[in-house]
Structures are given as structure tokens and as C-alpha cells.
């Protein structure tokens, strides 16, 4: 490609290609059940989190939903798992999720989102699982192994 052929920088950045991103937690209580939520738009329960707002890391949005739906300041520990998936009907771009260790917290901690969120459980991974969408069904192994290994793991819902 030739200088003249070039874009202008604006046409350029319009051209390529989009995502969206969110970021979530997996938080545990001291007994090490998970903590999963039920969100009042959604037929499936949902690790805490969301999506990225304009400007922010994924740290700093994981944060803010904890924040926002829970009602607790997080310290986040390590980066957990990094997951793609394709565009859907109902989502007509990829997503990104990048799900944190949001560590150990408290039951009784918790304040739900009572605009967002219809309930939270703490349950062991065999009793959340069947309550997750198919992608979080296959996050939440992953994001298990992780934690227990100490690796950042990436997966794709095409591996």
C-alpha cells in the first residue's frame, strides 16, 4: 500500500475491528463456596461483575461493579482468567471478560444491588454450576484452576 493509499487517522480507528469487555470477580467465602449473583435482566446467575465503562482498565471496572452490586471494596488479587467469545444474535460483537481473584470475603458482608440483582448465593462449584450461563459454566472450571495454580489462563469459547 502506497502513502496516497493510506487512511486518515480517524477513518482508520473506524475501520477496525470491536469488542466489548467486561470484568468480573470470583469471590469465595472462608468455607470456599463461590459467590454468584442473580441479575434481574438475565435468566442465568452471574459471577459479580460487568461491563467496561469508556476509559476504564478491566481492574477498575471489576472494582466499581463489585462496588456497585455488592456494596464492598475489593482488593483485587491476580488476574485469573482472559476469555473471548464470538458475536451472537443478541450481541453482535466479540467479548472479552476478564475475570479476577477477588479473594475471601464475609457472608454477612454482602448488600445487594436491589436494582441490578434479585439474589446471591455462596454455593460449592458443583451446586453454581448448573446456574451459570454456558459461558460462565466454562469460565468458572478455569478460573478455579487458576486460582489454585497461580496462572492466568486464557480460553476461547472456539478452544
Keep these: 500500500m502506497s502513502r496516497n493509499e493510506w487512511l486518515p487517522p480517524e477513518q482508520w480507528l473506524e475501520s477496525l ?11 469465595t467465602d472462608p468455607a470456599g463456596r463461590i459467590l454468584v449473583v442473580k441479575p434481574n435482566y438475565r435468566d442465568h446467575w452471574l459471577f459479580v ?3 467496561l465503562d469508556e476509559g476504564e482498565t478491566p481492574e477498575q471496572a471489576c472494582v466499581r461493579e463489585v462496588k456497585e452490586e455488592i456494596g464492598l471494596d475489593v482488593e483485587l488479587g491476580g488476574l485469573l ?17 476478564f475475570v479476577f481473584d477477588g479473594g475471601i470475603i464475609e457472608p454477612d ?8 440483582l434479585d439474589d446471591y448465593r455462596f454455593l460449592a462449584p458443583d451446586q453454581a454450576l448448573p446456574l451459570l450461563s454456558r459461558n460462565g459454566r466454562r469460565r468458572m472450571p478455569v478460573a478455579l484452576e487458576a486460582q489454585r495454580t497461580g496462572a492466568t ?7
Design 49 to 51: 461483575g460487568g461491563q
Design 109 to 116: 458482608r454482602v448488600r445487594l444491588c436491589d436494582d441490578e
Design 153 to 159: 489462563l486464557y480460553r476461547s469459547s472456539i478452544d
Design 17 to 27: 475491528p470491536k469488542n466489548i469487555a467486561a470484568a468480573c470477580a470470583l469471590l
Design 81 to 97: 482468567l482472559v476469555d473471548w467469545t464470538p458475536p451472537l444474535q443478541s450481541r453482535p460483537l466479540p467479548l472479552i471478560v
